[in-house]
């Protein structure tokens, strides 16, 4: 069965950082793009970045833009979520998708494989 993992969840403090991982099982991710989700308490699910599949182009959404970033280890068959001075806002869920065929990069309904979520909470 195509898996997707996610890990790399916790508690951190405001400013911190930390760096989920996304890993694939039974597929290689090497032609899809990797788009990362976030679900806060109580709120939609939220796109926050998208890597394309050669890893040369990245998409995020404003209110993490120039704090986080995205890379693709393709020997490892893992993308990576780096998250920099986290803020209380950005607490939630965190999930991977993958998708071949995206043209609507920020919405959830063009990816076909999606992680069960990591846990990441940003408080003092």
């Known amino acids: 069965q195509v898996q997707l993992v996610e890990s790399g969840g916790g508690l951190v403090q405001p400013g911190g950082s930390l760096r989920l991982s996304c890993e694939a099982s039974?597929?290689?991710?090497?032609?899809?793009?990797i788009a990362w989700f976030r679900q806060a308490p109580g709120k939609e699910r939220e796109w926050i970045g998208v890597?394309?599949?050669?890893?040369?182009?990245?998409y995020f959404a404003d209110s993490v833009k120039g704090r986080f970033s995205i890379s693709r280890a393709y020997a490892d068959n893992t993308v990576f979520l780096q998250m920099n001075n986290l803020k209380v806002d950005d607490t939630g869920v965190y999930y991977c998708?993958?998708?071949?065929?995206?043209?609507?990069?920020?919405?959830?309904?063009?990816?076909?494989?999606w992680g069960p979520g990591t846990q990441v909470t940003v408080s003092s």
């Open positions: 039974r597929f290689a991710l090497d032609y899809y793009a």
């Open positions: 890597v394309s599949w050669s890893g040369s182009t990245t």
């Open positions: 998708a993958a998708g071949t065929q995206v043209l609507t990069y920020f919405s959830s309904s063009e990816y076909d494989y």
